[in-house]
C-alpha cells in the first residue's frame, strides 16, 4: 500500500497542468518562448500550493513511525522517498532530509547524553572528523549533476540495504582498548537495565574506525541521509563498542554531524521551509507515535517492509538518474 | 538504577542541558513562524502559489529567480536559466545568473526577516547553530579538567562548525 502511495507521488506531480514557466511567461512575452522549454523539466502540480507540504507531513508521519519500527534513521528514508517522488528538486530534499535527521538527533540527544547511553567521550573525535567531512561532502553533493547524484544515491540506498540485510550485531562486545582509545579516554560504563548490571566498555581499532567517519561524513554531506546506518557498524562491529552505546551515540553523532552539511545546504540557499517544516514536524509526531506503537508491533515483519520500501526507493533514484525510470 | 560509576560526566550534562532547552526552542518557534507563513499573517518574499513553479529547479537557478521576483521579472530570469542550459552558458548574460543568484545565499535571509517565509529560517538557524553553542559551552569544564586532548578537539569542532555557518563555504554552481 505504502508502495502504491508512492508510486502514485509523479503522476500526481505531472498530471496535464500547464508548465509553471508557461504560465508565467504568459504575463511576459520576450520570455514565452524560452520558458516554454521549462515545461519538459518541471511539470507544474494540478494541486494547490497547500496539498504539497500536506501530503509531505502525512507522508513524513508515516515515515516516523516506520523508522522507529524498522530501526533506521528518519532521514535515510526521506530522502530517497521524497527525492523519488516528490516533485521537489534533490538539492531541496537533502537539505530538508539533513535538517529532518537533525533534529530527530538533537530531540534524542539530552535523554540519550544524561542516561549515559551516549557517550560523549567516544562521539567527539569521531564528530570533528565526521563534521568536517560532511562539509566536503556536501560541497561536492551541490557541485554535481542531479544525474550523477541520484545513481550515487541509488547504489548507496541499495547498499545499505545489503548492510541491513547482512550486518551483524554483538551487543556486548569484548575488546582490549588500543593505545589510542587509551590516551584519550574512551571508555565508559554504563547501567545494562536488561540484565540490571554495569556494563564496562572499551573501544580498539580507533585509528582505522575514525578513518572510516571520513567516508562516511562525506556520504552524509553529499545525500543528506543522516548516517547512522553506517555510525552503528563501524562504532559496534569495528570498534568494538557495545550496541547500546553505538546506537545512542550513532544517534547523538548525527546532530553533529549534519549540523554542519546542514549550514553548507542552508548557505547555499538548498533549505525551503515549506519543506523543512512540515517534515520536522511530521517525522517528530510520527517518531513519537511510533515509540507508542513498537510495543505492540511485530518488529521483524516491519523491518523487511523498511527494506523493501528502501529496495524500492534506491531502485527509482537509480533508474530516475539513468534516465530510465523519470 | 544508576549508580556513582554509571552517571554522565559534567560536560555531558552541561551538553545535554543546553541541547534540551535549546531544541524545544528551536521547535517551538518553527512551528509558530511555520503556521504564521501558511496562514498568510505576514507577506512573503516569494507569493505562496508561485512556490511550487520554482521549488523543481535546481537550487543556483533557484536563488537567481528569487533575486528577480521582487522586481517581478521571474518569468524572464526563468527565460534566461532556459536560454543558457539550452546554448552550454557561455552567453556573457549567463553570468548573471550565478552574481544574482549567489547574493541571495548566505546569511542574506536576514535582510528579508520580516517576510512570512523567511522568518522560518529564524527556527531553523537555531536549530542548525544548537551544537555550536553546546559545544562552546563544555568548553570550561574540559578547560577546569586540565582535559588537553578533548579541549582542542572541542575547539576545533567549534570552528568547524562555524566555518559551516559562517557562508564562506560556497558549493553548487552551473
Given at each position: 500500500m505504502v508502495v502504491m502511495l508512492f508510486s502514485a507521488m509523479p503522476v500526481l506531480a505531472s498530471s496535464g497542468e500547464p508548465a509553471p514557466a508557461a504560465a508565467v511567461a504568459a504575463s511576459s512575452p520576450t520570455a514565452t518562448a524560452q520558458a516554454v522549454a521549462l515545461t519538459d523539466e518541471a511539470p507544474k502540480s494540478t494541486?494547490?500550493?497547500?496539498a504539497w507540504p500536506l501530503i509531505l507531513f502525512i507522508v513524513t508521519f508515516i515515515l516516523g513511525i516506520m523508522a522507529v519500527l524498522g530501526g533506521v534513521g528518519g532521514g535515510v528514508l526521506y530522502v530517497p522517498i521524497i527525492g523519488g517522488?516528490?516533485?521537489?528538486?534533490l538539492d531541496f530534499v537533502r537539505g530538508a532530509g539533513l535538517m529532518v535527521a537533525l533534529a530527530g538527533a538533537l530531540a534524542a540527544g539530552p535523554g540519550l547524553l544524561k542516561r549515559n547511553l551516549a557517550s560523549l567521550r567516544l562521539a567527539l573525535p569521531v564528530a570533528l572528523i565526521a563534521s568536517s567531512s560532511a562539509i566536503v561532502g556536501a560541497m561536492i553533493g551541490l557541485a554535481l549533476p542531479q544525474n550523477v547524484i541520484q545513481i550515487a544515491l541509488g547504489g548507496t540506498i541499495l547498499g545499505i540495504v545489503a548492510i541491513m540485510l547482512m550486518a551483524g550485531k554483538s551487543d556486548f562486545p569484548n575488546v582490549k582498548a588500543d593505545k589510542l582509545s587509551q590516551s584519550l579516554g574512551i571508555m565508559g560504563i554504563y547501567r545494562e537495565e536488561s540484565i540490571g548490571k554495569d556494563v564496562e566498555w572499551n573501544v580498539h581499532k580507533t585509528l582505522p574506525g575514525l578513518l572510516m567517519f571520513i567516508i562516511i561524513g562525506i556520504m552524509a554531506g553529499m545525500f543528506?541521509?543522516?548516517a547512522g546506518w553506517a555510525n552503528v557498524p563501524v562504532l559496534n562491529l569495528m570498534m568494538g563498542a557495545p550496541l547500546k552505546v553505538s546506537v545512542a551515540t550513532s544517534k547523538f553523532l548525527l546532530s553533529i554531524t549534519d549540523t554542519s552539511a546542514a549550514w553548507i545546504y542552508m548557505n547555499n540557499g538548498a533549505v525551503l521551509p515549506m519543506m523543512v517544516a512540515p517534515s520536522i514536524i511530521g517525522i517528530m509526531l510520527g517518531s513519537i507515535v511510533g515509540v507508542k506503537i513498537l510495543a505492540k508491533a511485530k518488529p521483524k515483519a516491519i523491518k523487511y517492509m523498511v527494506i523493501a520500501l528502501l529496495l524500492f526507493a534506491g531502485l527509482r533514484a537509480l533508474l530516475k538518474g539513468l534516465g530510465i525510470w523519470k | 538504577m544508576s549508580s556513582e560509576k554509571t552517571k554522565a560526566s559534567e560536560e555531558q550534562i552541561i551538553y545535554a542541558n543546553i541541547l534540551n532547552y535549546g531544541m524545544m526552542i528551536g521547535f517551538v518557534i518553527l512551528t509558530i513562524t511555520f503556521l504564521l507563513y501558511v496562514f498568510g499573517a505576514f507577506n512573503n518574499f516569494v507569493p505562496i502559489d508561485k512556490l511550487p513553479n520554482y521549488w523543481k529547479l535546481k537550487v543556483g537557478d533557484y536563488l537567481y529567480v528569487m533575486s528577480q521576483i521582487e522586481q517581478g521579472k521571474d518569468a524572464e530570469a526563468v527565460a534566461l536559466i532556459e536560454k543558457c542550459k539550452a546554448e552550454g552558458?557561455?552567453?556573457?548574460?549567463?553570468?548573471e545568473i550565478y552574481e544574482k543568484g549567489h547574493k541571495?545565499?548566505?546569511?542574506?535571509?536576514l535582510k528579508n526577516i520580516s517576510k512570512g517565509d523567511y522568518m522560518n529560517f529564524v527556527g531553523i538557524a537555531i536549530l542548525a547553530g544548537l551544537t555550536i553553542a553546546c559545544y562552546a559551552a563544555i568548553i570550561p569544564a574540559l578547560f577546569r579538567k586540565k582535559d588537553t586532548a578533548y579541549l582542542l578537539i572541542a575547539i576545533a569542532e567549534v570552528l568547524v562548525l562555524t566555518l559551516a555557518a559562517s557562508g564562506i563555504l560556497k558549493g553548487g554552481g552551473h
Open positions: 494541486m494547490p500550493w497547500w517522488f516528490f516533485p521537489f528538486n543528506g541521509l543522516g | 552558458g557561455k552567453a556573457e548574460e549567463c553570468k541571495m545565499a548566505g546569511w542574506s535571509w
